[in-house]
C-alpha cells in the first residue's frame, strides 16, 4: 500500500514580504537574503518564491551559477 505524502506547506505563498502571489520555486533562506534585496518573511531553512521573485532570484545569481558550471567542464 502507497501513502501519499502530505506536504505542511500546500497551496502556500510567495515568502516575500508583502507578496501574496503562489509559490514556484524553494531556495535556501541565506542565498536569498545575501544574493538579493528581497525582505523574506520565512521562519525555516527554505523560502518560497512566486514566479517573479524567483525570476529575480535568478537574474541576481546568474554569474555564480556560470562560474560553477564552467568548474565543471
Known sequence: MK???????????????????????????????????LEIEASGRNAYLCKKHWKKYKKATKEEREMRQLSWD
Open 3 to 37: 501513502h501519499e505524502r502530505k506536504s505542511k506547506r500546500r497551496n502556500k505563498t510567495c515568502d516575500v514580504k508583502g507578496c501574496d502571489e503562489d509559490k514556484k520555486q524553494s531556495v535556501p533562506v541565506g542565498k536569498v537574503s545575501k544574493k538579493t534585496d
